[in-house]
């Protein structure tokens, strides 16, 4: 254990100012943004997620999407029959455990995984238009770090 002293005090803590507090409010902005810039498509920015997500192949159940998203399962359920409802994704049972669904992109859920990229870099773009590369790269380095560092070991059996 480190002998420093804390960077993060009660007599210095400013809500304002708070870590939290900033990433919250950049989050937010950023997904306003994205539900504008894809609202011509009917999708919001959760949903253009998961449709992202999905087409990459490195998620394909609910419970994949909601432990990645921080979502809870009925709220990934529910975002899940809305995309189910408008032929987006599919369910299938899983070949080796049928009680497991499968979620897969439609054809119509394909085209739409292509469109939410070239959103989300609009959004970025815009919001990180006054950032040189180099900052862009040493704010996701940091972020990687945290993450990283604050990561839950892996469970072995």
């Keep these: 254990m480190s002998n420093r002293p804390p960077l993060f005090t009660l007599d210095t803590y400013q809500i304002e100012e708070s870590i939290g507090y900033l990433l919250a409010r950049s989050r937010a902005m950023m997904i306003r943004s994205s539900d504008e810039a894809l609202m011509p498509h009917g999708i919001t920015h ?10 990459t192949g490195k998620y394909s159940t609910a419970a994949d999407l909601a432990r990645e998203t921080y979502t809870d399962a009925a709220s990934t359920k529910r975002m899940i029959d809305r ?3 408008r032929d987006l994704i599919k369910r299938e049972p ?3 455990d049928r009680r497991l669904m499968k979620l897969h992109l439609t054809a119509s ?3 739409l995984s292509k469109v939410v990229p070239q959103a989300f870099c609009g959004v970025l773009n815009k919001h990180f238009s006054e950032f040189s590369a180099e ?4 704010l996701k380095s940091m972020l990687r770090r945290l993450l990283e ?3 839950a070991p892996e469970k072995t059996h």
């Design 46 to 55: 959760a949903q253009g997620a998961i449709l992202l997500m999905l087409s």
């Design 83 to 85: 995309l189910v409802a």
């Design 94 to 96: 899983c070949a080796n």
């Design 109 to 111: 859920g394909i085209e």
């Design 135 to 138: 900052e862009i790269g040493f």
């Design 149 to 151: 560092s604050n990561a």
